[in-house]
């Protein structure tokens, strides 16, 4: 049999692999994304009560990013996985079941990667929130506006600008973390790739190929923030 030339490998042919790469990088940008959204959920809560938390809450905050920051990705992987697995067989043999209960791996991937997510984005949004100016919040509270209305209308919206630069780095980590969901068995595009090559006994075609999609991702990731970046920045660029 004639062996398969790169493009015909990675076409879209009968013999080709190109929907099934396709498909896994559109798993690796949701597992990514989801994840991405679980991390500025946490991370926001954790920026609050770093910067306006008693001392108990402080220092639980504090605890939290260090640790998280502090420990291997893998293991946080590991630990929802097997921990979570391990949670389901004890619940499950109350009610008779037997053997190894999953969870989901895409669930549990998304979750672990924004645990570790919000730990960064928690000090990206603790920083940007140090530069927006006291005077405006100053002003706000002289005029009687309540907490609410003033995060949503002046805080919130200049965290924001502030933390895009920092918030485009955690989501390109976010995408590199991702590849780590490939050991609970979720077909992602670092998974598929390892199953293609390991079909085909061509590792370096599809390994290549999957850093060639990493890097699209990773170039129109760069591009979207930047214009966000932009954008966010217009009124000011303006005022000077």
């Known amino acids: 049999m004639q062996e398969l030339s790169y493009f015909e490998l990675i076409g879209f042919g009968p013999n080709g692999w190109g929907w099934a790469l396709l498909t896994a990088a559109g798993m690796t940008i949701a597992v990514a994304f989801c994840g991405f959204l679980i991390g500025s959920v946490i991370g926001t809560l954790v920026a609050w009560a770093k910067i306006g938390g008693n001392l108990v809450i402080r220092g639980i905050a ?11 990705d893998l293991l946080v992987i590991y630990l929802f996985y097997f921990g979570g697995s391990a949670a389901l067989g004890a619940i499950g043999s109350l009610f008779g079941a037997e053997g190894f209960i999953g969870v989901p791996a895409f669930a549990t991937g998304a979750i672990a990667i924004g645990i570790v997510s919000g730990a960064y984005q928690a000090e990206v949004f603790r920083g940007a929130y140090q530069v927006v100016s006291r005077g405006e919040i100053e002003a706000a509270r002289s005029v009687g506006m309540h907490r609410g209305l003033m995060f949503r ?59 060639i999609l990493y890097l699209i991702i990773t170039w129109a990731s760069t591009y979207l923030f930047q214009r966000a970046e932009s954008h966010s920045m217009r009124g000011m660029r303006r005022a000077a």
């Not at 260090?66 to 420990?71: N, W």
């Not at 973390?177 to 598929?192: D, K, M, N, P």
């Open 153 to 211: 209308r002046i805080i919130a919206p200049q965290v924001l600008r502030y933390a895009i630069p920092g918030l485009g780095n955690t989501w390109q980590l976010v995408l590199k973390e991702s590849a780590l969901i490939s050991v609970t068995g979720l077909v992602e595009l670092l998974r598929q790739s390892h199953i293609a090559a390991g079909s085909t006994r061509r590792p370096f075609d599809f390994y290549i190929t999957a850093a």
């Open 62 to 72: 504090d605890g939290y990013t260090t640790v998280l920051r502090g420990i291997p």
